[in-house]
């Protein structure tokens, strides 16, 4: 193998490019060698282009069972220009190439996790009983239901029946997500050093006996 040791390469006077090799050769960089460019490459690298950036913007998607459901990113960020369609939500680079995508979309069902999550962490405080002892009685470990309360996992429909047991309050408060704030307005100024009766715990019975008591106090005092 011949060397070639040299400082520097230009081309021939009244040129402007060197050549390296012929079509088909392979031209080695060795390990540990760097390519060091100050200049402007072409013909080789990645340019990242095209691309797009896309939001959804506007009421949520529905989504039904059992069907396939285009999600309607409809709100464009960042684009190469003419590449993405927001009314059809399609993407048309018009170059060949593997292209990368990363979407990420947030489930009702997660937000819903959430409201049973954060309701039974407030009735469970209502009703005096710690993590421990909750599992306890539910037969479960007391980092479950931590996970519960956080909404990080989705509780079954048994599970909810035996915590609205366990608990004794109705099922439908746990899904209610109007409950807390009804249940602090309903009680503010109050303290409860023990453990909330189930019958403090029923809002909606609690509110229909308050309107009542007032409407017939308002009947009283016009007699």
Not at 5 to 32: F, H, W
Not at 106 to 114: F, H, L, M, S, V
Not at 160 to 189: A, E, W
Request: include cysteine.
């Amino acid at each position: 193998m011949s060397t070639l040791e040299v400082n520097k390469i230009t081309p021939v006077s009244g040129g402007t490019t060197v050549q390296v090799g012929e079509s088909g050769d392979t031209i080695n960089i060795p390990a540990g060698a760097t390519i060091a460019n100050a200049g402007t490459a072409t013909g080789f690298g990645e340019s990242n282009t095209p691309y797009f950036i896309a939001t959804m913007s506007g009421s949520d998607q529905s989504v039904s069972s059992n069907t396939e459901t285009k999600a309607a990113f409809n709100s464009q960020t960042a684009a190469t220009s003419g590449t993405y369609d927001t009314s059809n939500y399609r993407f048309t680079p018009g170059v060949a190439g593997k292209y990368f995508f990363r979407a990420r979309i947030t489930p009702e069902a997660i937000k819903t996790n959430t409201i049973i999550g954060n309701n039974l962490r407030y009735i469970r405080n209502r009703r005096k009983l710690t993590l421990q002892r909750l599992a306890g009685l539910a037969g479960i470990r007391y980092q479950q239901i931590g996970k519960y309360e956080l909404g990080v996992d989705q509780m079954s429909a048994y599970r909810v029946l035996q915590f609205s047991q366990l608990l004794q309050c109705k099922v439908k408060y746990f899904f209610d997500p109007t409950y807390i704030d009804r249940m602090n307005g309903f009680h503010k100024g109050r303290e409860f050093f023990a453990a909330m009766k189930p019958e403090q715990l029923d809002i909606d019975q609690l509110q229909r006996d308050a309107i009542e008591h007032m409407e017939a106090a308002e009947v009283q005092a016009n007699l």
